[in-house]
C-alpha cells in the first residue's frame, strides 16, 4: 500500500503531514517526507474480516523484559493489521485497550470532526484522560467536552472489566503478558495474578505495565 500524505497543521507549533493510509507521521521538523515514518511490513500481515466471524483475539507480549514487541492472532491467525467494516485496528490499539481495562477506565466514544472515525488511544493516554485528541485516521487534533479515553474496539465487542486473582508471581528470564480480547482474560507466564515479583521487587501488575509500556502510542 502506497503512501497517502497530507497536510494537517500544526503539532506544537510544527507543521506536520500525515500518512492517511498507514496512520503515521509523513514529517521531520516540519519538513514533508517522500514516504512517511511507517514500517510497511506492518501492513503485510492483515486481515479484513466481519465482526461476526471473529471467535478469537489473542494479543501477547512474548517477553517485557527483552523488548515491546507484540504480537496480534485473529482466530489463530497472526496479523499486525485487522480491518473490521471501516474500522482500521492496529496492535498498538489492543495495546490500549488492556492498559485501560487495567485501570479500571470509563472508554468514552469520541468521533473526529475532521474524518467522522472513532478514536483510539495507546500508552500514557490510554489510562490518563486527556484533551485534545490526535486522530490516527487523519492526523488531526480535535477538542472534546471534557479530558476522557477512548477505545474503537469497545464500539465493537462488549468488552467487561478485568478481573485478576490476588497473587504474586515471581518472574525470572520471561514476562509474557497475554490478553484473550473476548474471553476478557489476561495471564502471566500463564498465570492470572495481580502482582508480580522482579529482582526482588513486587509491583503491581498494573503499576508497572503503565511505566513500560508509557510510550507505546
Known sequence: MECNINYVGKWDEE?????????KKASIN?????????????????LTINKEDIH?????????????????????????ILYIGKSMLEKRDFGGLLLAKLNNINLEVEVCPYCNN??????????????????????????????????????????????????????????????????????????CCNRISLNDKEYYLKDYLNEKLYNEF
Open 30 to 46: 516540519g519538513k514533508k517526507l517522500d514516504e512517511c515514518l511507517c514500517n510497511k511490513k506492518d501492513y503485510e500481515k492483515s
Open 118 to 191: 472513532i478514536h483510539s488511544d495507546d500508552g500514557k493516554f490510554a489510562y490518563k484522560p486527556h484533551n485534545p485528541h490526535l486522530c490516527a485516521y487523519c492526523g488531526r487534533l480535535f477538542e472534546v467536552d471534557h479530558p476522557n479515553i477512548g477505545n474503537e474496539i469497545t464500539t465493537i465487542f462488549n468488552i467487561s472489566d478485568l478481573n485478576l486473582d490476588d497473587k504474586c508471581l515471581e518472574i525470572e528470564s520471561e514476562l509474557k503478558i497475554e490478553y484473550d480480547v473476548l474471553k476478557n482474560s489476561l495471564l502471566v507466564n500463564n498465570v
Open 56 to 80: 478469537s483475539i489473542i494479543f501477547t507480549y512474548p517477553n517485557l523484559l527483552t523488548n515491546l514487541e507484540s504480537t496480534l492472532k485473529v482466530n489463530d491467525k497472526e496479523i499486525n
Open 15 to 23: 507543521d506536520v503531514y500525515y500518512c492517511v493510509n498507514h496512520h
